[in-house]
């Protein structure tokens, strides 16, 4: 379990990364487009989900964002119930509550654009918890490695 646990946590962190790499490229696409005379307006935006130019970017940042890391956190925290490790249910619950806060503020950013400031700092404190929650498991507390053997052995 602790590999399952270490695993999603892990994964958290990297679809984060992969988060900040999308969203880059799809604004590098539409700077790109201003740069050769494109202009940014309603229609251009409603081609993006249309199919039109840059579209990949955003939609790599929604999926991933609005749909992979939420599933991988809500994972994570259940997973933590069969890990028994201190601190596993608290990091898992600490990174669910952060990739919470990040969606919500996600769709705010539409009604108030300065929400993307903490949106981009919220995105750091994901990929903080979710890699301490993976650390915890991976430097068991001389007592626990205890603990998990002698459940190993009256399990057997």
């Known amino acids: 379990m602790r590999r399952i646990y270490a695993g999603l ?3 958290i962190a990297g679809a984060v990364v992969v988060q900040a790499a999308a969203v880059a490229f799809a604004f590098g696409g539409m700077l790109n487009l201003v740069a050769e005379g494109g202009v940014v307006d309603k229609a ?21 964002g609005a749909g992979l890391i939420p599933l991988l956190a809500i994972a994570l925290l259940v997973v933590s119930f069969f890990v028994r ?10 990174t669910l509550g ?3 806060l ?6 705010s950013i539409v009604g108030g654009p300065y929400l993307g400031l903490i949106h981009g700092a919220n995105a750091l404190a994901v990929v903080a918890a979710a890699t ?16 998990e053997a002698t459940t ?4 057997a």
């Open 9 to 11: 946590a892990w994964t």
């Open 44 to 64: 251009l935006l409603e081609s993006f989900q249309a199919g039109g130019v840059g579209e990949l970017g955003f939609a790599i940042h929604g999926i991933v």
């Open 85 to 94: 490790v201190r601190g596993a249910k608290l990091w898992a619950a600490i």
């Open 98 to 100: 952060l990739v919470v």
């Open 102 to 107: 990040q969606v919500t503020l996600g769709f």
């Open 132 to 147: 301490v929650a993976a650390l915890r498991v991976r430097r068991p507390a001389a007592h626990e490695g205890a603990e």
């Open 152 to 155: 190993d052995a009256v399990a």
